[in-house]
Protein backbone atom coordinates (compact mmCIF):
# COMPACT_ATOMS: atom_id res chain seq x y z
CA UNK A 1 0.00 0.00 0.00
CA UNK A 2 1.04 3.11 -0.91
CA UNK A 3 1.49 5.44 2.21
CA UNK A 4 -0.07 8.40 1.45
CA UNK A 5 -0.77 10.57 4.76
CA UNK A 6 0.49 11.03 8.13
CA UNK A 7 0.97 7.46 9.97
CA UNK A 8 -2.07 7.20 12.73
CA UNK A 9 -0.42 6.77 16.48
CA UNK A 10 -2.99 8.41 18.65
CA UNK A 11 -5.93 6.72 19.84
CA UNK A 12 -8.58 8.82 21.98
CA UNK A 13 -11.01 6.94 24.68
CA UNK A 14 -14.38 9.09 25.40
CA UNK A 15 -14.72 7.47 29.31
CA UNK A 16 -16.30 10.22 30.95
CA UNK A 17 -20.20 9.17 30.88
CA UNK A 18 -21.88 8.34 34.35
CA UNK A 19 -22.86 4.46 33.45
CA UNK A 20 -26.49 4.84 34.77
CA UNK A 21 -28.00 2.06 33.11
CA UNK A 22 -25.71 -0.26 35.46
CA UNK A 23 -26.39 1.39 38.73
CA UNK A 24 -25.68 0.44 41.62
CA UNK A 25 -22.28 -1.69 40.32
CA UNK A 26 -21.33 1.95 38.70
CA UNK A 27 -22.47 4.54 41.81
CA UNK A 28 -18.21 4.01 43.16
CA UNK A 29 -17.23 1.93 40.55
CA UNK A 30 -16.34 3.50 36.39
CA UNK A 31 -18.22 1.30 33.81
CA UNK A 32 -15.72 0.93 31.93
CA UNK A 33 -13.79 -0.86 34.80
CA UNK A 34 -16.61 -3.55 34.78
CA UNK A 35 -15.09 -7.04 34.16
CA UNK A 36 -15.68 -8.97 31.06
CA UNK A 37 -14.58 -12.44 32.35
CA UNK A 38 -11.32 -11.42 33.99
CA UNK A 39 -10.68 -8.37 32.12
CA UNK A 40 -12.32 -4.96 32.73
CA UNK A 41 -14.10 -4.38 29.50
CA UNK A 42 -11.50 -0.66 28.64
CA UNK A 43 -8.88 -3.52 29.04
CA UNK A 44 -10.27 -4.89 25.44
CA UNK A 45 -10.45 -1.51 24.15
CA UNK A 46 -6.89 -0.18 24.24
CA UNK A 47 -5.70 -3.89 23.30
CA UNK A 48 -7.82 -3.13 20.41
CA UNK A 49 -6.26 0.63 19.75
CA UNK A 50 -2.32 -0.96 20.16
CA UNK A 51 -2.90 -3.94 17.83
CA UNK A 52 -3.48 -1.35 15.14
CA UNK A 53 -0.79 0.14 15.78
CA UNK A 54 -1.81 2.99 18.00
CA UNK A 55 0.25 3.35 20.42
CA UNK A 56 -0.11 6.71 22.08
CA UNK A 57 -3.92 6.50 24.34
CA UNK A 58 -5.67 9.63 25.62
CA UNK A 59 -8.20 9.02 27.43
CA UNK A 60 -11.45 11.06 28.28
CA UNK A 61 -12.27 10.59 31.83
CA UNK A 62 -14.40 12.38 34.48
CA UNK A 63 -15.12 12.15 38.05
CA UNK A 64 -14.95 9.08 39.77
CA UNK A 65 -12.49 7.98 37.17
CA UNK A 66 -9.36 7.98 38.95
CA UNK A 67 -9.48 3.58 38.80
CA UNK A 68 -9.11 4.03 35.24
CA UNK A 69 -5.13 5.43 35.96
CA UNK A 70 -4.81 3.43 38.47
CA UNK A 71 -5.50 0.29 36.49
CA UNK A 72 -2.90 1.41 33.64
CA UNK A 73 -0.11 2.24 36.15
CA UNK A 74 2.17 0.54 37.77
CA UNK A 75 1.05 -1.35 41.40
CA UNK A 76 4.20 -1.67 42.78
CA UNK A 77 2.81 -3.17 46.01
CA UNK A 78 1.18 -5.56 44.43
CA UNK A 79 3.77 -6.81 41.82
CA UNK A 80 6.35 -7.09 44.95
CA UNK A 81 4.08 -9.49 46.35
CA UNK A 82 3.40 -11.90 43.59
CA UNK A 83 7.26 -11.67 42.90
CA UNK A 84 7.73 -13.05 46.57
CA UNK A 85 5.40 -15.99 45.75
CA UNK A 86 6.64 -16.71 43.01
CA UNK A 87 3.68 -16.42 41.13
CA UNK A 88 4.88 -15.19 37.70
CA UNK A 89 1.59 -16.21 35.93
CA UNK A 90 -0.53 -13.58 37.78
CA UNK A 91 2.60 -10.78 37.48
CA UNK A 92 2.51 -11.16 33.69
CA UNK A 93 -1.39 -10.60 33.75
CA UNK A 94 -1.32 -7.64 36.35
CA UNK A 95 2.07 -6.20 34.57
CA UNK A 96 0.25 -6.32 31.33
CA UNK A 97 -2.01 -3.44 31.23
CA UNK A 98 0.75 -0.87 32.75
CA UNK A 99 3.00 -1.93 29.32
CA UNK A 100 0.31 -1.67 26.95
CA UNK A 101 0.74 1.66 25.81
CA UNK A 102 2.17 4.92 26.91
CA UNK A 103 -1.23 6.42 28.28
CA UNK A 104 -2.34 10.45 28.73
CA UNK A 105 -5.99 11.51 30.71
CA UNK A 106 -7.66 14.54 30.67
CA UNK A 107 -11.20 15.87 32.29
CA UNK A 108 -14.07 16.61 30.22
CA UNK A 109 -15.56 18.53 32.96
CA UNK A 110 -18.99 19.18 32.27
CA UNK A 111 -20.92 16.29 30.41
CA UNK A 112 -21.52 17.95 26.87
CA UNK A 113 -21.66 15.23 24.78
CA UNK A 114 -19.58 13.18 22.39
CA UNK A 115 -18.69 15.83 20.57
CA UNK A 116 -17.40 17.60 23.58
CA UNK A 117 -15.45 14.77 24.38
CA UNK A 118 -14.07 14.79 21.19
CA UNK A 119 -13.05 18.60 21.03
CA UNK A 120 -11.23 17.76 24.40
CA UNK A 121 -8.52 15.76 22.81
CA UNK A 122 -7.89 18.66 20.43
CA UNK A 123 -4.17 19.92 22.21
CA UNK A 124 -2.96 16.59 22.95
CA UNK A 125 -4.34 15.52 19.25
CA UNK A 126 -3.11 18.73 17.39
CA UNK A 127 -3.18 18.29 13.10
CA UNK A 128 -3.03 14.82 12.90
CA UNK A 129 -5.39 12.35 12.02
CA UNK A 130 -6.67 10.04 15.06
CA UNK A 131 -8.19 6.90 16.16
CA UNK A 132 -12.06 7.44 18.30
CA UNK A 133 -12.85 4.40 19.97
CA UNK A 134 -16.09 4.04 22.21
CA UNK A 135 -15.90 1.85 25.47
CA UNK A 136 -18.59 0.63 25.23
CA UNK A 137 -18.39 -1.11 21.92
CA UNK A 138 -15.54 -4.36 22.57
CA UNK A 139 -14.71 -5.60 18.90
CA UNK A 140 -13.23 -9.47 18.65
CA UNK A 141 -9.60 -9.07 18.10
CA UNK A 142 -9.97 -11.93 15.55
CA UNK A 143 -11.94 -9.12 13.57
CA UNK A 144 -9.23 -6.53 12.66
CA UNK A 145 -11.84 -3.42 12.03
CA UNK A 146 -9.71 -0.71 13.60
CA UNK A 147 -6.67 -1.87 11.25
CA UNK A 148 -8.79 -1.79 8.37
CA UNK A 149 -9.99 1.91 8.58
CA UNK A 150 -6.59 3.45 9.30
CA UNK A 151 -5.60 1.56 5.91
CA UNK A 152 -8.60 3.63 4.30
CA UNK A 153 -7.93 7.04 5.73
CA UNK A 154 -4.16 6.09 5.18
CA UNK A 155 -5.01 6.29 1.73
CA UNK A 156 -8.14 8.63 1.21
CA UNK A 157 -6.87 11.38 3.87
CA UNK A 158 -10.44 11.66 5.23
CA UNK A 159 -12.37 10.13 7.69
CA UNK A 160 -13.70 6.48 8.33
CA UNK A 161 -16.60 5.89 10.32
CA UNK A 162 -17.37 2.25 11.16
CA UNK A 163 -21.06 0.88 10.36
CA UNK A 164 -23.03 -2.04 11.05
CA UNK A 165 -26.62 -3.09 9.25
CA UNK A 166 -29.47 -3.18 11.77
CA UNK A 167 -32.86 -3.73 11.80
CA UNK A 168 -35.57 -0.56 10.94
CA UNK A 169 -36.71 -0.58 14.01
CA UNK A 170 -33.33 -0.56 15.92
CA UNK A 171 -31.87 2.69 13.93
CA UNK A 172 -33.24 4.88 16.21
CA UNK A 173 -30.84 4.51 18.85
CA UNK A 174 -28.04 4.97 16.73
CA UNK A 175 -26.51 7.82 14.02
CA UNK A 176 -27.40 6.76 10.89
CA UNK A 177 -25.80 6.71 7.44
CA UNK A 178 -26.58 7.38 4.01
CA UNK A 179 -24.25 5.87 1.89
CA UNK A 180 -23.06 5.18 -2.34
CA UNK A 181 -21.46 2.10 -3.62
CA UNK A 182 -17.71 2.16 -3.81
CA UNK A 183 -15.36 -0.37 -6.15
CA UNK A 184 -14.01 -1.93 -2.90
CA UNK A 185 -16.11 -4.63 -1.10
CA UNK A 186 -17.30 -3.78 2.43
CA UNK A 187 -16.45 0.25 1.68
CA UNK A 188 -19.51 2.73 1.50
CA UNK A 189 -19.11 6.94 0.90
CA UNK A 190 -20.73 8.08 3.48
CA UNK A 191 -22.82 12.00 1.74
CA UNK A 192 -25.07 11.86 5.64
CA UNK A 193 -25.58 11.68 8.73
CA UNK A 194 -28.60 11.61 11.20
CA UNK A 195 -28.45 11.29 14.85
CA UNK A 196 -30.74 8.79 15.80
CA UNK A 197 -33.80 9.73 13.51
CA UNK A 198 -37.03 7.67 13.50
CA UNK A 199 -37.08 4.41 10.97
CA UNK A 200 -39.54 6.45 8.78
CA UNK A 201 -37.03 9.51 8.40
CA UNK A 202 -34.09 6.96 8.52
CA UNK A 203 -31.50 7.38 5.04
CA UNK A 204 -30.66 3.79 5.34
CA UNK A 205 -30.31 0.99 7.64
CA UNK A 206 -26.42 1.58 8.34
CA UNK A 207 -25.86 2.68 11.89
CA UNK A 208 -22.35 3.85 12.75
CA UNK A 209 -20.77 2.11 15.93
CA UNK A 210 -18.23 3.46 18.43
CA UNK A 211 -15.31 3.21 15.93
CA UNK A 212 -13.96 6.18 13.90
CA UNK A 213 -10.50 7.25 12.29
CA UNK A 214 -10.78 11.23 11.71
CA UNK A 215 -9.54 13.45 9.86
CA UNK A 216 -8.49 16.85 12.43
CA UNK A 217 -10.34 18.84 10.36
CA UNK A 218 -13.00 17.92 12.67
CA UNK A 219 -11.70 20.19 15.81
CA UNK A 220 -12.95 23.19 13.76
CA UNK A 221 -15.95 21.74 13.21
CA UNK A 222 -16.96 20.42 16.70
CA UNK A 223 -16.15 24.03 18.01
CA UNK A 224 -18.46 25.79 15.56
CA UNK A 225 -20.89 22.73 16.59
CA UNK A 226 -23.89 24.21 18.41
CA UNK A 227 -26.12 21.84 20.70
CA UNK A 228 -28.37 19.29 19.14
CA UNK A 229 -29.99 16.09 20.54
CA UNK A 230 -30.53 16.41 24.15
CA UNK A 231 -28.50 19.59 24.30
CA UNK A 232 -25.16 17.87 23.67
CA UNK A 233 -22.26 18.51 21.38
CA UNK A 234 -22.87 15.43 18.83
CA UNK A 235 -19.96 14.00 16.80
CA UNK A 236 -22.32 12.76 14.30
CA UNK A 237 -23.69 16.56 13.13
CA UNK A 238 -20.07 17.67 12.97
CA UNK A 239 -19.47 14.34 10.62
CA UNK A 240 -22.73 15.03 8.86
CA UNK A 241 -20.76 18.46 7.61
CA UNK A 242 -17.52 16.81 6.56
CA UNK A 243 -19.97 14.43 4.61
CA UNK A 244 -21.62 17.03 2.84
CA UNK A 245 -18.38 19.15 1.86
CA UNK A 246 -15.02 17.33 1.20
CA UNK A 247 -13.30 20.25 0.98
CA UNK A 248 -13.28 20.79 4.57
CA UNK A 249 -11.22 17.58 5.29
CA UNK A 250 -11.87 15.05 2.75
CA UNK A 251 -14.05 12.11 1.97
CA UNK A 252 -16.13 10.44 4.60
CA UNK A 253 -16.01 6.45 3.88
CA UNK A 254 -17.56 3.94 6.10
CA UNK A 255 -16.82 0.46 6.59
CA UNK A 256 -19.32 -1.79 6.89
CA UNK A 257 -18.47 -4.12 10.09
CA UNK A 258 -20.41 -8.03 9.80
CA UNK A 259 -17.87 -9.17 12.39
CA UNK A 260 -18.23 -10.56 16.22
CA UNK A 261 -19.72 -7.24 18.33
CA UNK A 262 -19.77 -6.76 22.11
CA UNK A 263 -22.51 -3.91 23.12
CA UNK A 264 -21.20 -3.58 26.74
CA UNK A 265 -23.26 -0.73 27.91
CA UNK A 266 -26.38 -2.78 27.40
CA UNK A 267 -26.76 -5.20 30.45
CA UNK A 268 -28.27 -7.97 28.35
CA UNK A 269 -25.42 -7.64 25.32
CA UNK A 270 -22.82 -7.14 28.74
CA UNK A 271 -23.83 -11.03 30.16
CA UNK A 272 -24.07 -12.29 26.89
CA UNK A 273 -20.16 -10.76 26.00
CA UNK A 274 -18.95 -12.66 28.84
CA UNK A 275 -20.55 -15.90 28.09
CA UNK A 276 -19.50 -15.80 24.84
CA UNK A 277 -15.81 -14.94 25.51
CA UNK A 278 -15.68 -17.19 28.42
CA UNK A 279 -16.73 -20.46 26.20
CA UNK A 280 -14.05 -19.46 23.89
CA UNK A 281 -11.16 -19.11 26.40
CA UNK A 282 -8.70 -22.25 26.48
CA UNK A 283 -8.56 -22.16 30.17
CA UNK A 284 -12.12 -21.87 31.06
CA UNK A 285 -14.38 -22.76 27.67
CA UNK A 286 -14.49 -26.87 27.88
CA UNK A 287 -15.67 -27.11 32.04
CA UNK A 288 -17.68 -23.78 31.06
CA UNK A 289 -19.66 -24.80 28.47
CA UNK A 290 -20.28 -28.09 30.12
CA UNK A 291 -21.81 -26.51 32.73
CA UNK A 292 -23.85 -24.34 30.73
CA UNK A 293 -25.51 -26.95 28.31
CA UNK A 294 -26.29 -28.95 31.54
CA UNK A 295 -27.42 -25.26 32.92
CA UNK A 296 -30.27 -24.66 29.71
CA UNK A 297 -31.37 -28.25 29.46
CA UNK A 298 -32.00 -28.97 33.35
CA UNK A 299 -32.80 -25.54 34.76
CA UNK A 300 -34.89 -24.07 32.18
Same mark, same amino acid.
Given at each position: MTQLHPVIKKAVIPAAGLGTRFLP? +????PKEMLPV?????????????????? =? @??????? !??? !???? =??? @??????????????? =?????????????? +????? !??? =?? !??LGHAVLCAEPHVGDEPFAVLLGDDLIDPRDPLLRQMVDIQQRTGGTVVALMEVE??????????AV????? @???????????????VDAPSNFAVIGRYVLNPAIFGILRETEPGRGGEIQLTDALQKLAADETIGGPVHGVVFRGRRYDTGDRGDYLRAIVRLACEREDLGPEFRTWLRRFVTEEM
Open positions: A +TKATVDKPAIQYVVEEAVSAGL =D @DVLMITG !RNK !RALE =DHF @DRNYELESALIAKGD =DDRLKKVQESSDLA +TMHYV !RQG =DP !RGPAQVHLYGCAERTEE @DGVVRVTGLVEKPDA
